[in-house]
């Protein structure tokens, strides 16, 4: 028995993303990459065409000065382009470094310099912002715009920097490459968490984790996602590889539907109609949108099937109104940028109908409850614990740290508090910072806010820890009532009765028109804290 | 920009076996793995109870002297003892060695010797099989009884091996052993493919071979395995991974239904409704046998939703007795062993309902077509053409062997010859081996085989050549008729006419009471040709 004899005989074959479009190009080439604007559909192409297309652009990237390893910056919405710049950056191993437009430009600016970016490709309507980021950001030496028909753009009037129009571009230097070849270890796509304080952390995507991962979302109990579906991406890509779905579309040939900056309950309402939607993805905040709109239109979308939810919590009232409403069949997910994004899901086919529960990880997705100590709690099923993960899509140490973001074990500690219930399904039931100490015992947020999000009349609401002499903290809730609804502070703590312990009633009701939100869209708790969080 | 900036900076997570068992028994621990026998189920066990017997019997393979890259040989029927050996063996790295008992003692041996099997683990009935082994195969020192409730066994009398009972082992020395911790590159399972001609040789499976497999089997559009399906696995693990089905039952959380020798009509049809099975898999023809049973008994399977055909060319008719009589899907599909063995599949939620379409390859399987000079053809929509196939879970040459079995682009031959229609779907159109050259041109078997194979009355059909001093060959065609079915060569060559080059009629027809088949189950060509290929 020697060790030849023993040795495996498969192929060597690296799990690059280059191999997506190949694949959809080849089995796939006339499903459709469509884009939406403003007088509806601007942009329409096959497979096939995009892949010509993103190995031109290529060609244009290396013309531009970009290798291997370098860099690419992307601040854009969600379009036919920016796949292309997807695609044509990674299939010669240019890392594809997304931006998210809404953030600060100093924090953007920060972002660039870490990356080092040398060329920037931005959405027409970006462009003076751009401009805003060009004096602080040294690195820069190229804007690429990425026209749209029918929004109206320049190109970048700032001195420092040379501005391309992308089609210009394509068609000038734009020589098809020859994709792959390298390792499929090597970095494929650089996202900044979007932390509400201290400095955004990047998560170096490499090849082979976004690959894992496209295949981990393919699996019929995670996503479902099939050649048979149109898929409506109202997620940005800019949030955690657009949840990955900019490569699970073409994997499985899946025509997809880019609402570009359109997230608006009509505009997302006549794209769902016109291209025959069957599936959509995006944060609940955007489906409150189109619900909204058809609720007050009376319009119907009868051929979405499904939606997936992520990224903040799923209000039930949203979760009934959308199978009530729309017989779409809602899948809650929970993610984050540090798992690609994918850490739970709820299958299409079995779904829970529970808008708290997340679901369970599909297999390379591996979960484990801890206590604070990062202990793994003896019962895994029904106490609450702090989420850990591991995995082959899940971060090990963030972009530029030598320091590992794991445990010893390999753990990485998503920050967040959860329970699983007896079929495995996945609740997250707080953040582990969020939590406030009373007089030595943990008050967790999550479950008042729970409680108190699910009663008619409340547009929003957190729970923050307020400075108690004798306590350490105490609980208060902020509310902000919905439009034209009151509620008394009496009936807010009637609902908590017998539902939290005694002690963790809050000891005062805070109203606000508006609810301070970060730049994520999340409620922006640091800031509550800051304003309201002082000894009374 | 430093290299250390680009470095991706995601978890190193090897992809081995051992966590679909760790992750079925995490997430659905209570779904069941269940063993027919003659009197109705004999075995049934949740994964976590799996995966506690799996970890003990690593330590009992320990205890027999088995370390990682030794090889276990496992000849048996499909049971849950099975696949505690699979689970067991690959969980510490030993290599799982599948034997096939219909193979002639002197191939078993063959096989033995090159693998270098000290342990082997028998079905009980194959008792007497294995003794027939021991004195040809001087490396056995150990033969292991999976015993099965209600099946007679005895420890084999043979001298120069010691002879366990499976669960006396599993008490006296099973402790448990912690699993992983090895490269995923290392081998994980070895099949020697069963070639009817020649040397069988060996495809020795890695951990990642199997496990990208496994992934590109639950791919929704290829198997579309999901947690909710109660699956019938009715192909012999023996055969190529059982089709990989072992893998992907606990990957996604399937209740697995293993029916071990019984593969009968009757059997099947009491399993499928006994256990509520919702997708069943196997060659055609066992699904032959439950429709004949079904037909003959006026019986139902209202559980069962669809039906994974491969291994062998798919009737026409059988496909639409299942979808008629059985109201079920047919999911046609190709593959071999070296390819792990998924190739293609038809997606269940879009179901071709042509016989002789295979469908897509999933995500990771990559097919192309060439002449015979291995010359892509420049037009893979439409022509015949030779079928290679590369991807990760595909074969780069044979076991013990140091020439690569691809060519200098990593393309794997098949031997088949193809056809791909617009929409992608494969057609595999016979084997480049039984081509038949007439007069300088090609004639192609198995065009003609399906032309005759679809007339009512012909159980069996083959066309070989014969030898032609004028032509060099002709074709000939051999048909085994139908139970008390008569059909007039005119009648024949009449169905050919107009379907094929008027060249291509056979010569002659030969009918045979029974079609010679090799031990695989498929027509033993080579013996047609020996008995009825000399020239007239």
Not at 313 to 335: C, K, N, Y
Not at 359 to 382: F, I, K, S, W
Not at 473 to 479: H, M, N, Q, T, Y
């Amino acid at each position: 028995m020697t060790t030849a004899l023993h040795a495996g005989t498969m192929q060597p074959y690296a799990l690059t993303l280059d191999q997506f479009i190949d694949h959809a190009a080849k089995w796939h080439g006339a499903a459709e990459v469509v884009t939406g604007g403003i007088g509806g559909v601007t942009a329409r192409v096959g497979y096939a065409g995009l892949r010509d297309r993103a190995k031109r652009l290529s060609g244009a990237f290396r013309a531009l000065g970009l290798a291997a390893g370098d860099n690419l910056g992307v601040m854009a919405w969600n379009s036919q382009a920016h796949m292309e710049c997807w695609y044509g950056a990674v299939g010669i191993g240019i890392v594809c470094h997304t931006l998210n437009p809404r953030l600060a430009p100093a924090h953007l600016a920060t972002m660039i310099a870490r990356a080092g970016n040398r060329v920037l490709a931005v959405s027409p309507d970006l462009v003076a912002l751009a401009e805003q980021l060009v004096p602080l950001c040294p690195s820069l030496a190229h804007i690429i715009v990425l026209d749209e028909p029918g929004v109206a753009s320049v190109l970048p009037a700032c001195g420092g920097v040379t501005g391309w129009r992308y089609e210009e571009l394509l068609d000038r230097h734009g020589a098809e490459l020859p994709w792959g070849g390298f390792d499929e270890n090597a970095p494929a796509g650089l996202c900044f968490t979007s932390g509400t304080t201290g400095m955004p952390k990047g998560v170096s995507y490499t090849h082979r984790s976004n690959y894992l991962h496209t295949l981990h979302q393919l699996q019929t109990d995670a996503s479902g996602l099939s050649g048979r579906d149109t898929l409506l991406v109202a997620v940005p890509m800019f949030h955690a590889n657009g949840w990955g779905f900019p490569f699970s579309g073409p994997a499985c040939g899946a025509k997809l539907v880019f609402p570009s900056r359109y997230q608006d309950g009509a505009s997302l309402a006549r794209l769902i109609n016109d291209e025959r939607v069957t599936m959509a993805v995006g944060v609940p905040t955007v489906w409150l949108g189109l619900v909204d709109h058809l609720d007050a239109t009376g319009g119907e979308v009868p051929s979405l099937e499904r939606v997936m939810l992520g990224g903040s919590a799923v209000p039930q009232a949203l979760m009934d109104r959308f199978e009530q409403r729309l017989g779409a069949i809602v899948q809650t997910s929970w993610g984050m940028t540090e798992l690609s994004p994918l850490g739970t899901t709820t299958p299409a086919n079995v779904p829970v109908r529970s808008a708290t529960k997340s679901g369970r990880p599909p297999l390379g997705v591996d979960l484990l409850l801890t206590d604070a100590e990062g202990v793994a709690l003896p019962e895994q099923r029904g106490p609450e614990g702090r989420l850990k993960v591991r995995g082959a899509s899940v971060v090990e140490r963030y972009f530029g740290e030598d320091a590992p973001a794991v445990d010893a074990a390999g753990w990485f500690d998503t920050g967040d508090l959860a329970v699983i219930d007896r079929d495995g399904n996945v609740s997250i039931t707080g953040r582990a910072k969020d939590l406030i100490k009373s007089g030595g015992e943990w008050i967790n947020p999550g479950e008042i806010e729970a409680i108190i999000g699910a009663l008619p009349g409340i547009a929003q609401v957190a729970v923050i820890g307020r400075a108690h002499p004798k306590w350490g903290e105490r609980p208060i809730l902020v509310i902000e009532p919905g439009k034209g609804a009151a509620i008394a502070d009496e009936a807010l703590l009637e609902a908590l009765r017998g539902q939290v312990a005694s002690w963790w009633l809050p000891d005062a009701i805070v109203r606000l028109a508006a609810m301070p939100l970060a730049l994520t869209g999340k409620i922006d708790k640091a800031r509550l804290r800051a304003e309201h969080g002082a000894a009374a």
